[in-house]
């Protein structure tokens, strides 16, 4: 839906609320015409079921307004007499319209001073469980949400088993475009693996200010914008055809940003030509072919630990097995094995062909020209900025156009090419100007990372949040009961130098606490 279709709709929502409302308005000694005001109907409302102002805030937030409407309807009825179970039954079930109901037919009680307390234990029990969960729906949705590290893309710098917090704040929230959604989960129910959502509606486009921008070399949370994962869709395509903020989530490496001519050369990326310099804490890693003599014993159970290899170790030949391949290792790691008796050669593998995965069509944009090791150059689109557009450089763009970017209805543009011309919604173009930011993404784990190389650019508003702090990692390759890398619990993700566990200040910080709270009411039982 467009800015202007839910302007609409919302003063569809205020006619259909003055209209069920107006004598429950003048029973409360109101105005007949409060009831019709945008939003003052609303902090008039509060008032008149004796809930705080604040409340209103929460009627317009996404997500949170779901659960605040059914309340808001028990406590309108509440406070005209209506308490019953039926009536509380009554409003839920036929979404607030048994206030229609109570306005024309019933003779009206206002009751000003009624008790805001919880009848029985019961309804103090839902009435803090949804509390709770208004107060960790806001959490999760506009400041932090936590994330698990699935696979190992960017081994070294987040591993596979890492439980992160994730910043909303510093890109900026982005509100959410699914408007009716279970709250705290994310494309599918927990157990049923059944959709929490519904398509439709959509809200436009929205993101709050963040306190800073994107910058390269930035390890990004993101919403996957080819999703594959199909599980509750149609399986005769290998494509998820989900709402924008409900895209599985994805974590990689941004190494370029908008207005970047990127490139890669033998595996390194060069920025207008330039070297990328990557912080310290990142660890690329490639795959490496190793050459044994085939003489000399080697202990590779004890190298691989000492090591921290956590991807495949291949033989070429099982009847001569004197060359591993090795999928990822770092710098570091390589110049060890040269170290090793035994090994003849550690050399990095580099893909100097066309590549002929996804069908013979290659990497992004798929036009059977570049691969994963050698790539580019090619532009990050920039908002506002114009390219020229011509049948060679629409490959790069197309998705943008198509899938990414709309008409000034708010609708998916129509791209049509009849040789060399190029139409977009009916009219022959020549160039092409962005509506919003892309960003190139990638995996430090070079050799096996599926990223912006196969898929293209990363759209602003695929854009979740950045991974700050792990507050556990556990190790899923560990053996025996403790599986906690201790190490890493309490560090934070980005910074300078090598990570820092928090865990024992932690610790020491919450028996402090303890300790203070002890003594503190000793003292304070002692003066009574």
Not at 81 to 106: M, W
Request: proline share 5%; hydrophobic share 40%.
């Amino acid at each position: 839906m467009t800015l202007y279709q839910w302007f609409v709709f919302f003063l569809l929502v205020q006619i259909v609320h003055f209209l069920g409302t107006w004598k429950l308005y003048e029973s409360a000694g109101r105005k007949r015409w409060e009831a019709a005001i945008p939003v003052y109907n609303a902090i008039v409302l509060m008032k008149i079921i004796g809930r705080p102002t604040w409340w209103t805030i929460l009627l317009f937030i996404p997500i949170i307004n779901l659960i605040m409407f059914p309340v808001i309807w028990v406590e309108t009825l509440r406070s005209f007499g209506k308490r019953s179970g039926l009536d509380t039954f009554l409003g839920i079930a036929t979404l607030g319209f048994y206030i229609y109901y109570v306005n024309y037919t019933q003779k009206l009680n206002h009751i000003a001073d009624r008790s805001l307390s919880p009848q029985n234990k019961t309804a103090d029990t839902v009435s803090s469980l949804l509390f709770a969960i208004i107060v960790a729906t806001i959490v999760h949705t506009y400041l932090i949400q936590p994330y698990t590290i699935p696979t190992s893309s960017l081994e070294k710098s987040l591993l596979v088993g890492d439980f992160l917090f994730v910043s909303k704040m510093n890109y900026g929230a982005r509100v959410p475009m699914t408007k009716v959604a279970l709250p705290m989960v994310h494309d599918s129910i927990p157990v049923t693996k059944n959709k929490s959502y519904l398509s439709w509606p959509q809200l436009p486009y929205l993101r709050l200010p963040g306190i800073q921008n994107i910058n390269r070399t930035d390890i990004v949370v993101f919403n996957w914008p080819v999703d594959t994962v199909y599980r509750f869709f149609d399986t005769s395509k290998r494509r998820a055809f989900k709402p924008v903020d409900k895209k599985s989530n994805y974590v990689k490496r941004c190494v370029g940003i908008p207005g970047d001519n990127l490139s890669i050369k033998d595996g390194m990326v060069y920025i207008d030509d330039k070297l990328l310099e990557l912080p310290e804490r990142a660890k690329p890693q490639f795959s490496y072919k190793v050459a044994l003599d085939g003489k000399t014993p080697i202990d590779f159970e004890h190298l691989l630990k000492e090591m921290d290899i956590t991807d495949p170790v291949m033989v070429t030949d099982e009847t001569k097995r004197d060359t591993l391949i090795f999928s990822a290792l770092t710098s570091a790691s390589a110049d060890r094995l040269k170290n090793v008796p035994g090994i003849t050669a550690v050399i990095r593998q580099i893909s100097r062909d066309v590549d002929q995965a996804n069908n013979g069509k290659g990497v992004f944009p798929h036009i059977n020209k570049w691969n994963s090791d050698n790539y580019g150059p090619v532009y990050v689109p920039e908002k506002g900025k114009t390219v020229a557009l011509t049948t060679e450089s629409l490959p790069f763009y197309k998705t943008i156009i198509t899938d990414y970017e709309t008409n000034e209805n708010g609708d998916k543009n129509e791209l049509k090419v009849t040789g060399n011309e190029i139409r977009i919604n009916g009219k022959v173009v020549k160039n092409y100007t962005f509506q919003q930011n892309y960003y190139w993404m990638m995996g430090d784990n070079r050799h096996n990372s599926e990223d912006s190389r196969y898929w293209g650019f990363v759209p602003e508003n695929h854009i979740v949040g950045k991974p700050i702090f792990i507050w556990l990692s556990w190790d899923t390759n560990g053996k025996g009961l403790n599986k906690i890398r201790w190490d890493r619990v309490f560090t934070t993700v980005s910074g300078e130098g090598q990570p820092q566990s928090y865990f024992k200040y932690f610790l020491f910080a919450l028996a402090a606490f303890f300790v203070g709270e002890y003594f503190w009411k000793k003292r304070k039982e002692a003066k009574k």
